[in-house]
């Protein structure tokens, strides 16, 4: 098309020699003008800019909303078998696209490529558009001289080609096109949807870490009790709540969370109230992960009483994936904890 200033005929003889001329080298941008431009297009700063500027709304959105419905209309009746009124349907569709661009462009006029770059359009983009125009023979004013047919069965090989370039440069049309169709109230709307949709995926990230990182499984090798002395009671906060194992056996408990840096394990024993008949006496903090065991400290309470008080082993573990409490000894009838606690 040279620029767009008469399109001409073009025989669809293959040659694609004529390519649009791609406008002076730009430099190179900066990140920080390439992140600003990238966040400006995603929040759609760019279409809210330019659907404001439209200098004569109506009319634009008149000749956009035409130009997609037969572009649609186009796309459907050829999947439908219907070359013949999809050519003709496509064509009138690409002449009404390139109105709504001219429309689009403040005055003076310029030249449709130009406008087309102003509305975004790639080299490749407009070399599609200009292969578009030669196929139906456009002239400046945008008439067509290209054939059309009435019948499905006379379309000929050079009408199935014409059919194939306007159809792709009407889809570089829509890509610049469908977004200026939008209402401003509408551009808000995705605005707003897509930052909401943002920070509630943030909200769901940042949720997720702390609920992993504060979540723990606690199991044991064995119970006294499960539902009254279940393994879950050494890490539930309540130091009226214990882990006691079967009677007169030792054992262990395993606390699993995400992995993580261990400064500090703080126990405190069981003793099975009323009776305080029960408790561990000497015990070993494990640290595990991948499989392996990472360090081991040993610990010892005293005997058994009312009022039991709190063990700490000052550590510095990191990348810990399970922390086991092996209870190698115990006061009178067995072992147990009422809680762990690890910063």
Known sequence: M???PGYGSDELDDDDDDVVASPPPVPPASFG??????????LLRDVDRRVRALPDRAAFLEHATLFLERHDGA??????????????????????GLQAVRIATPAPPIADAEALRRLGARPDELADIEAAGRALGLNR????????????????????????????????????????????????????????AVLLGLTAIVIGALYEDRTAIATASGTFDEGKFGAHHAIDGD???????????????????????ITSVKLLNARNPPFDDRGSRTVRVEFHAGGKLLSSVPLAFPVTAAHPQWV???????????????????HRSGGGLAEIVWE
């Open 141 to 196: 004013d945008l008439g067509l001289d290209a054939p059309m047919f009435l019948r499905d069965a006379e379309v000929t090989e050079r009408g199935h080609a014409c059919l194939d370039r306007v159809l792709l440069g009407s889809r570089t049309l829509e890509r610049r096109l469908r977004p200026l169709a939008l209402r401003p109230a509408q551009v808000r709307r995705r605005q707003v949807a897509r930052v909401a």
């Open 312 to 330: 700490q082993a000052p550590v510095s573990v990191a990348a810990v994936e399970t922390l086991r409490i092996v209870v190698d000894d115990y």
């Open 33 to 42: 003008t390439w992140l600003g431009q990238l966040f400006d297009r995603w």
């Open 2 to 4: 040279n620029q767009f």
């Open 75 to 96: 796309r459907v009746l050829l999947a439908s078998e219907h070359p013949a009124a999809a050519l003709r349907l496509a064509a009138e569709g690409f002449v009404t």
């Open 239 to 261: 130091a009226t709540t214990e882990w006691l194992l079967p009677s007169r056996t030792a054992g262990f408990i395993d606390v699993r969370f995400a992995p993580r840096k």
